[in-house]
């Protein structure tokens, strides 16, 4: 039977060998017949063939391993060989009779059988798991006969003929699984295996882990399927578009031009008992530039509720920000701002885009009216003891000084105020001095000075 079933098998890779091989010359004039004994034609990649034996009244065997048609080349002695990619391939055998020294040809076909992993898509419902096997390989191969399905409860291999309708099993309790599929041929039961770690869902609905605004009208989706079902993204309850599902995490993307949008989760499950999860909305995060500084403004979703609300400026700096706007009047000129906000809502966390300018419209002053001094000494030998501010105080508005940390050390309301040190350690120390142009709008002066102890 074996030998038979060998046969069918060469004879579905025989459009592949009559393509490759036109010339095929393993008979001709004045040649004569050999017997080639390979110890087996049919096996699993990788698959080492093997000579057994040579005919008595033959000397010099050669083979050629991968023969493609016309004149016999490369001939090797070796009696094995290992085929490492799945196909149809000829073997040739090339000898000379003892008596008379006549060339002899033969030639075996040699089938190497793929051991692509069968992809396992479970979908769960209750107890019950189904899954839809299938059978994914390039073309040119071979598929799978059957599978040996492992449920992972103990209970007996089951074996099922490809191609299937899903295969279901109920399991006596919800314990977490592991499912193994091992693809197999009628010709020779090797191929290669699969397995999925199952975990019964423990929730009654679906629920997003993350809403992302990528950039302008795009928008990312993560959360994890619990079942492997398919789903629907819903617009303010309305279907934006379906997709296939798989069991774990799915991240999805898509566009929607409309602003101010409410987005939710709908699997195609009946075993849940809400099937929709709540909803994230969108925020309509705006940045404009005034000649004032950058005005942020946003639309808080009602009536969702909003937790850990964040402004984050420049990708490090946390600010303070009611909920629909916030105007950010420490810009200086030709630097760039970014912006993101963030919050959770419904346990779902929520990430705007980032938007970012370099505002041109407020004042670039290029002689600075008030001089902060480079460095202080504070030993009291008369000469630079203290920070004092020199030049057109009238338009100075505030000085802050931080220390190493980024922690305000030093704030100065008054323009004659002057500072010692404060018992700080030596070092270099920056600054923040908030000044009023001469078109009365607010300029912003980043710099260092240096204790020097």
């Known amino acids: 039977m074996k030998g038979i079933l060998h046969t069918i098998l060469i004879c579905c890779f025989f459009p592949l060998l009559a393509f490759s091989q036109g010339n095929d010359q393993c008979i001709g004039p004045n040649i004569g017949t050999g017997s080639i004994y390979p110890k087996a034609t049919v096996g699993c990649v990788p698959f080492t063939v093997e000579i057994e034996k040579t005919e008595i009244n033959s000397r010099d ?46 030639c075996a076909t040699i089938t190497v059988l793929d051991t692509a992993k069968i992809e396992i898509n479970p979908k769960i419902c209750n107890n019950t798991v189904s899954l839809n096997l299938s059978d994914v390989r390039k073309n040119g191969t071979i598929p799978y006969d059957y599978c040996y399905i492992n449920w992972g409860d103990g209970s007996t291999l089951e074996k099922v003929n490809l191609p299937t309708v899903p295969v279901s099993h109920t399991y006596t309790d919800k314990t977490d699984k592991k499912i193994s599929v091992k693809g197999g041929y009628i010709v020779e039961d090797c191929g290669g295996s699969n397995s999925i770690n199952l975990k019964f869902p423990i929730i009654n609905e679906p629920k997003i882990q993350e809403l992302s605004k990528t950039a302008a009208n795009k928008f990312a989706i993560s959360f994890t399927n619990e079942t492997g079902d398919d789903y629907a993204i819903l617009a303010n309850g309305q279907e934006l578009f379906s997709k296939k599902g798989k069991l774990g995490l799915e991240q999805v993307s898509f566009d929607n031009p409309n602003a101010n949008t409410c987005y939710s989760i709908q699997l195609q499950n009946a075993c849940f008992t809400n099937t929709t999860s709540k909803e994230v909305c969108d925020i309509n995060f705006q940045l404009k530039p005034t000649t004032d500084g950058n005005e942020l403004t946003w639309l808080k979703p009602a009536p969702e509720p909003i937790t850990n609300f964040t402004l984050i400026k420049n990708n490090n700096k946390s600010v303070a920000a009611n909920n629909s706007f916030y105007s950010d009047k420490e810009v200086t000129c030709n630097d760039q701002y970014c912006y993101q906000l963030k919050f959770m809502s419904n346990g779902s966390s929520f990430s705007s885009e980032q938007l970012c300018v370099k505002n041109t ?49 030093k704030t100065i309301n008054y323009p004659y105020e002057a500072w010692n040190g404060d018992d ?24 260092v000075v240096t204790l020097i102890k």
């Open 361 to 409: 419209l407020i004042s670039c002053e290029t002689l600075i009216p008030i001089h902060v001094p480079t460095a202080f000494s504070p030993n009291n030998d008369g000469v630079n003891d203290k920070l004092l501010l020199f030049g057109d105080l009238e338009k100075f508005i505030s000085l802050k000084i931080y220390n190493r940390r980024g922690h305000v050390v």
């Open 424 to 447: 700080q350690p030596a070092g270099i120390y920056e600054y923040m001095l908030k000044i009023r142009t001469n078109t009365y709008n607010e300029f912003i002066l980043l710099g």
């Open 61 to 106: 065997s050669q083979y050629i391993y991968m023969y493609v048609g016309g004149p016999p080349t490369n001939a090797v002695t070796a009696k094995s060989f290992t085929y490492t990619k799945p196909g149809a391939y000829k073997l040739m055998q090339i000898s000379y009779r003892n008596d008379n020294g006549q060339e002899l040809r033969t």
